[in-house]
């Protein structure tokens, strides 16, 4: 199969990961040059937790990071860009807790990308290889685009883990709540120019997020006091970390 044939595949899987129920990490490792992955949320409002790990030493790396407070995966949710160390041992003193803390592990090189949606911060995407080396241009890309598909499976899978959700305001007949999100999904639509099923995956992010029930953030959005254009910020459009 062909790069950008295996790249497809993976895309499309990731993309029906949720209805499927299956592995969020399986196809970063399908078309990148790595030997695991681990993929986390990281804070407020989504927790700070392993959604993901296709082994061992992935999740102990996520564990680690966790518990110092400090590693790629932070670095790479708080600035948006993907951080890229093609020599974990001989990197800039960075991370002097994590590093130690990993000892005598198997670790080479280590990228993480951020999980984010609109003003959303997720959580990062983890990738260890045992051996030294860096991503290329194109495979940094291609990392970039599953972790943006990524991001919406895990705010998907978050969502329908609540008892409420599906229901706006607990009022599933209320037809002007309705017709008011709906507004609020075009006016979403349009200024982010995404697609209606991310526009509605924002609103309801947006409101999970702050505690709030979609109708409020639709009543909001129709009122204009919540404009997504301004706080929308695409990480794809940074260049990556490398140290």
């Known amino acids: 199969m062909s790069d950008r044939l295996a790249f497809g595949a993976a895309v499309e899987e990731l993309s029906m990961a949720f209805e499927r129920r299956t592995s969020l990490c399986r196809p970063f490792l399908r078309v990148l040059p790595v030997t695991g992955a681990a993929i986390s949320t990281l ?3 989504f927790g700070t937790e392993t959604v993901c790990a296709s082994d061992a030493d992935a999740a102990r790396i996520d564990e680690l990071q966790f518990d110092l407070g400090e590693g790629p995966c932070w670095d790479a949710m708080t600035t948006r860009r993907p951080v890229l160390t093609a020599d974990l041992r001989t990197a800039s003193p960075r991370w002097p807790l994590f590093r130690e803390a990993l000892g005598t592990s198997q670790v080479g090189s280590l990228f993480a990308f951020p999980l984010s949606l609109g003003s959303l ?9 045992r051996t030294v080396g860096t991503l290329t241009d194109a495979q940094v890309e291609d990392a970039t685009t599953l972790s943006g598909i990524c991001a919406r499976q895990v705010i998907r899978r978050t969502l329908a883990d609540l008892p409420s959700h599906g229901v706006v305001d607990g009022e599933a007949g209320d037809g002007f709540s309705r017709r008011e999100v709906h507004q609020a999904t075009g006016m979403v639509l349009a200024q982010l120019g995404v697609t209606a099923a991310d526009a509605l995956l924002i609103i309801n992010g947006f ?29 794809s459009e940074s260049p990556p970390e490398s140290l």
């Open 43 to 45: 804070g407020p409002p």
């Open 121 to 129: 911060n997720i959580g990062a995407v983890d990738l260890y290889s």
């Open 207 to 235: 409101a999970f997020a702050r505690g709030r029930s979609v109708r409020e953030v639709a009543a909001d959005i129709v009122a204009r006091r919540i404009d997504f254009a301004g706080e929308w910020s695409d990480p």
